[in-house]
């Protein structure tokens, strides 16, 4: 694992484009979760931090797929194909993220 951010400069409101040993990660905040995702569309491989958190996941600015936060799938086209998602560890205010396992 490493260390991504503090956990304060996550915003519950948008995604935190990071990242972690060479990967691309977005961070999401919803209450006391965080949620890492590999920072690329699967259908038009655009960054998913420039998109918006919705109450299905994280929605892609360029044609609208949304990622489940918890899984990667995504819940509505052109997207077929899941994102990586990654572990993720609080540690007091140190977010840590092991990009060398996905949970999905």
Do not use: Y
């Not at 038009?44 to 998109?51: H, M, N, P, R």
């Not at 918890?70 to 993720?88: K, Q």
């Amino acid at each position: 694992m490493s260390r991504a951010c503090a956990l304060t400069d996550l915003d519950d409101s948008k995604p935190f484009a990071v990242e972690v040993d060479d990967v691309p990660v977005v961070l999401v905040r919803r209450g006391e979760q965080v949620h890492a995702l590999r920072d690329s569309c699967s259908h038009a491989e655009v960054s998913l931090s420039e998109g918006e958190l919705t109450r299905k996941g994280l929605e892609c600015w360029l044609h609208g797929s949304c990622f489940d936060l918890r899984t990667g799938a995504p819940s509505s086209p052109p997207a077929t194909d899941p994102v990586e998602v990654f572990p993720v560890t609080v540690n007091g205010d140190d977010v840590l993220v092991d990009v060398t396992t996905t949970l999905n």
